[in-house]
């Protein structure tokens, strides 16, 4: 199964006393940012600091996830940054901005020739190409994809709205393609920094819609993200009672059950089966009923 992704917090590339402190928060990963977080005159020097950066983070933190986030296909810059800045033992590579299944052939050729073929990709999905196709992008190598709210509505000339109206389709399409083809999808950025608030409400939209983790731009979005993305201890007490009444009933040939005040069958016991898979704890599945935790694939 692929490790638990709940927060994905960038770096910049270009700070190597930020990228040296990003463990710190807790996150389940970060990625080392030689795009937007870094400004043009910087990309060349950034790329062995980000070499560096993830060498020590991968040898002093284990357990930690470690990405490198290179510069779109478009850019002067990818090729290089595939050559430069990935060490071996990475995680994966982000590549943003994806638009085509040709991209994708794109990036297994670059990586092949830098001598990581096989190294997993987590493709951003931030344009409206890339909403578009997306079934087509996730496919062998990506393991895992974001969407990049920010960009799409950018690219599609729309408004952004503290609502999220305007991402709504594209936010579900990408989270249902994601689930279709076995990837583990990471909801979007939210770029106001103190509205905790806001944050809550929106990882709570992305884990509705399901998403599996969120995009953290500062260090005190870890916590937020791991509070909304772990089932918290009445959500899981209630699905051991869901799933062992359900399983009584089954035994005794029955299909439903009144449970709590609720009709419960098949479909809301593979959600309390997912639940406890969520913390790790292990599933007895009843016969004849379906795995209810999210399949993928192996890192």
Not at 239 to 266: I, K, P
Request: glycine residues 8%; hydrophobic residues 45%.
């Amino acid at each position: 199964m692929t490790a638990r992704l709940r927060s994905l917090l960038t770096a910049p590339a270009s700070r190597p006393d930020l990228m040296a402190k990003a463990p710190r928060s807790g996150p389940d990963a970060v990625f080392l940012d030689l795009e937007d977080g870094v400004p043009p005159g910087a990309k060349l020097s950034a790329r062995p600091d980000a070499h560096t950066a993830a060498e020590s983070l991968l040898a002093d933190h284990p357990k930690l996830l470690v990405f490198a986030r290179v510069n779109g296909l478009s850019t002067p810059w990818f090729d290089d940054d595939v050559a430069e800045a990935l060490p071996l033992g990475l995680t994966g590579v982000v590549v943003p901005k994806l638009e085509s299944s040709t991209d994708v052939d794109t990036v297994e050729a670059a990586l092949d020739r830098a001598g990581l073929g096989g190294l997993p990709v987590m493709a951003g999905i931030e344009s409206a190409a890339g909403v578009a196709r997306v079934q087509e992008i996730l496919r062998p190598p990506v393991a895992w994809c974001y969407f990049g709210a920010e960009d799409y509505v950018a690219d599609l000339g729309g408004i952004r709205t503290p609502g999220n109206l305007e991402v709504l389709y594209a936010r579900s399409r990408v989270a249902l393609a994601a689930r279709v083809a076995e990837v583990h999808a990471i909801d979007q950025i939210v770029a106001d920094l103190r509205d905790e608030t806001r944050y809550l409400h929106d990882a709570e939209e992305g884990r509705a819609l399901g998403y599996q983790g969120k995009l953290c731009i500062h260090p005190a979005q870890v916590a937020l993200a791991h509070q909304v993305f772990t089932p918290s201890a009445e959500e899981v007490e209630r699905a051991r009672r869901l799933l062992a009444a359900y399983d009584a009933a089954a035994a005794r040939g029955e299909a439903t059950l009144d449970f709590e005040g609720q009709m419960v069958d098949e479909p809301m016991a593979r959600r309390a089966r997912a639940t406890l898979a969520a913390i790790g704890e292990p599933v007895i599945t009843t016969p004849g009923s379906s795995p209810s935790a999210p399949r993928t694939r192996p890192r």
